[in-house]
């Protein structure tokens, strides 16, 4: 599975951004997804994480209530869309996927994909 991660940039704080992660080489629909997001000089940090069915949803608590993440199988995408940007939200951010079963967290993850980079300037 290769996943390739797009949709940052710079925006100002209070602004949305969508990010899409595209799944090529498999059909990721039955696999976990989820965003994790990095600074430099820290660890990779927890995001949010969607089930294989999309039934279930799970969020830091830095961005429950702002971040929202979705799947499209048919396109074999899943997105996070950010809105209420803050500047503590810059990072670069990273779409994985887990086999069903496996922990949501990223010791779990199996697969990753290329971050891209958000800039939320105040």
């Known amino acids: 599975v290769q996943l390739q991660a797009s949709g940052g940039g710079l925006v100002q704080a209070g602004g949305s951004l969508r990010l899409s992660c595209a799944a090529s080489?498999?059909?990721?629909?039955?696999?976990?997804m989820g965003w994790f997001r990095q600074t430099p000089g820290k660890e990779r940090e927890f995001v949010a994480t969607?089930?294989?069915?999309?039934?279930?949803?799970y969020y830091a608590d830095s961005v429950k209530g702002r971040f929202t993440i979705s799947r499209d199988d048919a396109k074999n995408t899943v997105y996070l869309q950010m809105d209420s940007l803050k500047p503590e939200d810059t990072a670069v951010y990273y779409c994985?996927?887990?086999?069903?079963?496996?922990?949501?967290?990223?010791?779990?993850?199996?697969?990753w994909g290329k971050g891209t980079l958000v800039t939320v300037s105040s």
């Open positions: 994985a996927a887990r086999f069903a079963g496996s922990s949501w967290l990223a010791s779990g993850m199996e697969y």
């Open positions: 969607i089930s294989g069915s999309g039934g279930s949803t």
């Open positions: 080489g498999r059909t990721v629909s039955s696999y976990g």
